[in-house]
């Protein structure tokens, strides 16, 4: 092996850091865009978000504790398992906002913060845009927020896989 992409695919422990520092910029870059841009996100856009707090729980905890060869591939497979689930959900979310798929019946957006009093409230309800899950709130060369989540995952997912499979190697030769 050699070049960059074998090398870091060779090593498991840097495979792993990589795909927990890429959910990590992908949640920094859905938090940019909510909170400094004001793209309210829609309930599947939030979903999105749950397979990369996850991957960027196990990769630290893998960091930390994944010594041994086992358990660098117990980690490998569920960050595999997790892009998996994050490319779906990205897919089907590009395909609510392209018409294709049906999208929940209640996707209505982020909750707004909650009101302190009546006169709040009511400013709140004049001034509340409800986020739709058919609407895409930004695109990029075509693709929405959920279209480029679907694309990253799923890049990531096959990064995972061709990590497992030279961590575990020939058959009967598995890492120590």
């Known amino acids: 092996m050699s070049g960059f992409p074998s090398r870091l695919l060779a090593d498991p422990r840097r495979l792993i850091a990589l795909i927990g520092l890429a959910s990590l ?9 909510e909170l400094v841009l004001h793209l309210r996100p829609c309930k599947l856009c939030l979903e999105q978000r749950a397979p990369h707090y996850a991957a960027i729980g196990l990769t630290a905890l893998a960091l930390l504790f994944a010594r041994s060869g086992w358990l660098q591939i117990a980690a490998l497979i569920g960050l595999a398992l997790l892009m998996a689930w994050s490319t779906g959900l ?73 990590g497992l499979k030279n961590t575990i190697g020939k058959p009967g030769e598995l890492p120590a």
């Open 90 to 162: 990205g897919v089907y979310h590009s395909g609510v906002e392209w018409g294709v798929f049906a999208g929940p019946n209640d996707c209505g957006g982020a909750p707004a913060p909650a009101a302190a009093g009546v006169q709040d409230l009511m400013k709140q309800l004049q001034t509340t845009r409800i986020v739709s899950c058919t609407e895409a709130a930004w695109r990029f060369l075509g693709l929405s927020l959920a279209g480029w989540n679907a694309l990253v995952s799923f890049g990531l997912l096959i990064a995972a896989l061709l």
């Open 25 to 33: 910029a992908l949640i920094a870059g859905a938090w940019f865009f």
